[in-house]
């Protein structure tokens, strides 16, 4: 089905995922350059927020989201696009990220691209990061 996706949409450094409920998700690098999540629902449309960044944001970074069996968001990016440190946020209301939720970014783990996943039966979030002279790391 064709949907009115958000344009435009810069820089690229974007992935999409679809909830328990059938939403989709997508986390992407603005106009403005800041890391934005929105969701689409057929009677309101698109909803936004930002995640990470601003007017300094890196161009082009890695990011990755995925959704646990109870709906919760979980998205991890990497903010160059060479080497930078992996950052992890999880929506913890509607609209509002806490990031580097996992106490702290991981700052000894550099990177240039990143994936994330929720075991379906524990919830437990696992993150791999390649690249950035660390090869493949399974960082949480």
Same mark, same amino acid.
């Given at each position: 089905e064709e949907r009115d996706w958000l344009a435009p949409i810069l820089n690229a450094g974007a992935a999409i995922a679809v909830?328990?409920? /059938?939403?989709?998700?997508?986390?992407?690098q603005n106009s403005s350059d800041a890391l934005h999540w929105a969701r689409y629902s057929d009677d309101d /449309?698109?909803?936004? #927020? =930002?995640?990470?960044g /601003? #007017? =300094?944001?890196?161009?082009r970074p890695s990011v990755a989201i995925?959704?646990?069996?109870? /709906?919760?968001?979980?998205?991890?990016?990497v903010e160059a696009a060479?080497?930078?440190?992996v950052h992890?946020?999880?929506?913890? =209301?509607?609209?509002?990220?806490?990031?580097?939720?996992?106490?702290?970014?991981?700052?000894?783990?550099?990177? #240039?691209?990143?994936?994330?996943?929720?075991?379906p039966t524990t919830g437990a979030v696992h993150i791999v990061a390649a690249g950035g002279g660390s090869g493949l790391v399974h960082v949480w």
């Open positions: 909830d328990v409920t /059938g939403t989709i998700h997508l986390v992407f /449309g698109w909803t936004e #927020s =930002n995640i990470a /601003g #007017s =300094n944001f890196p161009q995925a959704f646990d069996r109870c /709906g919760a968001g979980h998205v991890t990016y060479g080497a930078g440190p992890y946020a999880r929506l913890v =209301n509607d609209g509002a990220w806490e990031v580097d939720a996992t106490s702290g970014a991981f700052p000894d783990v550099h990177a #240039s691209a990143v994936d994330i996943a929720v075991d």
